[in-house]
T-cell receptor, first 114, second 115 residues
Framework: AQSVAQPEDQVNVAEGNPLTVKCTYS??????LFWYVQYPNRGLQFLLK??????LVKGSYGFEAEFNKSQTSFHLKKPSALVSDSALYFC????????????FGAGTTVTVRA | DAMVIQNPRYQVTQFGKPVTLSCSQT?????MYWYQQKSSQAPKLLFH???????NEADTPDNFQSRRPNTSFCFLDIRSPGLGDAAMYLC??????????????FGPGTRLTVL
């Protein structure tokens, strides 16, 4: 079985401040981890993924994520948030030893105030 | 640009009146998915096609059906929509291959309203 937890329903930050969105996962095999962003009335947009290798993954729009195997976490980060980063963020996991379906977290709404 | 296209973007139907949502892709991906998403919740997988092989999720109601006539197109049929079926329906594609995985690419979604 595989699952994802996003412990924060909402994250509020001021523009220019660092942004962190938390994600923890559970899988039987090796984890394949993804972050997606969703703007209102739009589909999900892929931000970045971790498959193997370097624990720090860089993605689109200045986002990065750090894979931590011991803590089973894959937190999304951005050094300096923009108002345009305000959106709904989903973490997802796929079991490398299982099938290719994704399990999504419940989502975290990010609000960046000017 | 290669992409996933969904039509229509907004669909209004009446209670019990069948409706079909369409998805097309220019990515030539072998896997296509249909998700249901309600009120900014996590997308819920309804079913997916691996090439021509149909895979239904265990908890997907019988009211939902799907067709994939070729690699590029996939349809979601809701035979008798109920008020509880009002949601955003997302189509996604991925390329499943050894040495993967590739990420899923999502369409913009179709927002279904049931009156």
């Amino acid at each position: 079985a595989q699952s994802v937890a996003q412990p924060e329903d909402q994250v509020n930050v001021a523009e220019g401040n660092p942004l962190t969105v938390k994600c923890t996962y559970s899988v039987s095999g090796n984890p394949y981890l993804f972050w997606y962003v969703q703007y209102p009335n739009r589909g999900l947009q892929f931000l970045l993924k971790y498959i193997t290798g370097d624990n720090l993954v860089k993605g689109s729009y200045g986002f990065e994520a750090e894979f931590n195997k011991s803590q089973t976490s894959f937190h999304l980060k951005k050094p300096s948030a923009l108002v345009s980063d305000s959106a709904l963020y989903f973490c997802a996991v796929r079991d490398g030893g299982g099938d290719y379906k994704l399990s999504f977290g419940a989502g975290t709404t990010v609000t960046v105030r000017a | 640009d290669a992409m996933v296209i969904q039509n229509p973007r907004y669909q209004v139907t009446q209670f019990g009146k069948p409706v079909t949502l369409s998805c097309s892709q220019t990515l030539n991906h072998n896997v296509m998915y249909w998700y249901q998403q309600k009120s900014s919740q996590a997308p819920k997988l309804l079913f997916h096609y691996y090439d021509k092989d149909f895979n239904n999720e265990a908890d997907t109601p019988d009211n939902f059906q799907s067709r994939r006539p070729n690699t590029s197109f996939c349809f979601l049929d809701i035979r008798s929509p109920g008020l509880g079926d009002a949601a955003m329906y997302l189509c996604a594609t991925s390329r499943d291959r050894a040495g993967g995985p590739d990420e899923q690419f999502f369409g913009p979604g179709t927002r279904l309203t049931v009156l």
